[in-house]
């Protein structure tokens, strides 16, 4: 079998015996509401999407199959590129999840919705591709789940059912191997029964890859991993207050860690863009950012109220 060298968050790569080693980058990113009435803001994620360079990105808050063929021609098969493809559009109730994938390196194997009360979950499949591999043959396959909780500080419960719905769902899987589960969790703490309920519960743990679980909510002890939100004032849309939680994850099976299934995280690879741990209860461009550039940071500001 081939090996493949993960690092997530930011950066995963693969190792083959016979083909040298790929790096691949796995994003998540809320759109806050994309495009809505501002699709303009296409040129911000092209600007975020042309420094990160991610080969698999996945996205919430989508509102329309319009946007994710805008994402695709606007901001990711740009400048000659034509590598990147996407997962079918599916129009759930409130917005969406969506994947967009670098097609070089990776192919999309399924796909499926998962229904709960509030917004669907997403499963996506993908495998390694080189010429000598198929998805029917002995492989490297990342499953892949888009989620959005519902957001509120008095609707833990709902939390915590969406998150049960989904560890359901992974115990019936028949290749519960190499998991990503990422979004905007909207969770205030790492220790709120929503995100026990992501951790621990049913046949399948999954784990925070940077061992950073917490009370996160305006505490200045995470500020280094906060992702929400990247202003002080809410502009037409979005949240204001500046960086002070941490609500976008992503969450990933044992096997991410100790290479059981093909995935190596790479030490140090998962990150928060644009965060540089001096942004608590300031915006993602005051002060002066210098973990990105200024084009970024800007764009950052502009595209969403999280961080990818």
């Known amino acids: 079998m081939l ?11 693969l190792l083959g ?6 790096t691949i980058r796995v994003m998540y990113y809320n759109l806050l509401n994309f495009p809505d009435e501002s699709p303009e803001r296409v040129s911000d994620l092209r600007q975020i999407l ?4 991610p080969d698999v990105l996945v996205v919430c808050e989508l509102q329309s199959s319009e946007g994710a063929d805008l994402i695709l021609n606007s901001a990711l098969n740009v400048w000659g590129e034509d590598k990147y493809e996407a997962a079918e559009y599916m129009d759930g109730p409130y917005t969406d999840n969506m994947l967009f994938y670098n097609s070089d390196l990776l192919g999309l194997l399924g796909q499926e ?3 709960t009360d509030v917004r669907d979950h997403n499963e996506f499949q993908l495998y390694y591709k080189n010429p000598s591999l198929s998805a029917a043959s002995d492989t490297i396959y990342l499953n892949l789940y888009g989620l959005h909780l519902k957001a509120g500080s008095g ?23 190499n998991i990503f589960v990422g979004g905007d969790f909207n969770f205030y703490s790492g220790n709120e029964s929503g995100c026990l309920a992501i951790r621990e519960t049913g046949d399948i743990n999954l784990f925070d890859p940077i061992a950073s679980i917490g009370d996160w909510n305006n505490n200045v002890a995470y500020a280094n991993i906060h992702t929400q939100s990247t ?8 949240a204001g207050g500046g960086m002070d939680d941490r609500f976008d994850l992503i969450f990933t099976t044992a096997d991410v860690f100790d290479n059981s299934n093909g995935l190596e995280l790479i030490e140090g690879s998962y990150q928060a863009l644009g965060q540089d741990g001096t942004r608590f209860n300031s915006t993602i461009t005051s002060p002066y950012n210098p973990s990105v550039p200024d084009s970024v940071s800007n764009a950052l500001y502009y595209m969403s109220d999280h961080l990818p």
């Open 3 to 13: 090996k493949l060298i993960l690092g997530i968050g930011f950066v995963f790569s």
């Open 231 to 238: 202003r002080t004032a809410p502009l037409a849309d979005g």
């Open 50 to 53: 042309g420094y990160a360079q």
């Open 155 to 177: 609707v833990f419960n709902q939390r915590k059912e969406q998150a049960i719905v989904l560890k359901y769902h992974l115990n019936s899987l028949s290749n519960a191997e």
């Open 17 to 22: 015996p016979a083909f040298g080693q790929d």
């Open 113 to 115: 919705e998962i229904p």
